[in-house]
């Protein structure tokens, strides 16, 4: 199935009704998701705003789901520059199982998107992401808690839980 992005370029109610509608059609089936996924690289902004808005909000209870898009969000959106798409984007890597090779990436994806960005969301986003990878693997916990000292000097974060790290 074919979305027709078209009808979600304009700001109606219209066309906030389908876009609530689809997000629960993709949060049920894979097939839709994937179209959704789809949106996230278009070429229009405001497609791709709206899809990983759909995305970070579909695998807050489906992480599972992004598991075949591996490699899309680590080569083909991780890449985008959109403000609005890479705040949604960061929270999807700590959702992700990922295998060592790819980890070690977005480790280093997620700190340099900490220690670069100038967005505060973007930033606080991929704090979250990385201390969700940092509570998988012990390894992750000195690259965190440094960028986590790093970013808290400049930015208002969130509390963590670092009475579980060593």
């Given at each position: 199935m074919l979305i027709p992005w078209e009808l979600f370029g304009e700001d109606s109610e219209q066309s906030r009704k389908l876009l609530e509608e689809l997000l629960e059609v993709a949060a049920a089936d894979p097939l839709i998701f994937e179209e959704v996924m789809r949106g996230v690289i278009h070429s229009d902004p405001c497609i791709r705003m709206q899809a990983a808005e759909m995305i970070e909000k579909i695998t807050r209870v489906r992480p599972l789901f992004l598991i075949p898009y591996r490699r899309l969000l680590l080569n083909e959106v991780a890449v985008i520059q959109q403000v609005e798409v890479r705040q949604q984007v960061a929270l999807l890597f700590g959702r992700v199982v990922w295998d060592e090779w790819d980890l070690k990436q977005v480790v280093n994806l997620l700190g340099q998107w900490i220690e670069t960005q100038s967005d505060e969301q973007i930033i606080k986003n991929s704090?979250?992401?990385l201390y969700e990878l940092a509570m998988q693997?012990?390894?992750i916990r000195p690259t965190f808690l440094q960028h986590?000292?790093?970013?808290?000097e400049e930015t208002?974060?969130?509390l963590y839980d670092l009475t579980s790290f060593p």
């Open positions: 704090i979250q992401s693997k012990e390894w986590l000292k790093n970013a808290g208002e974060l969130p």
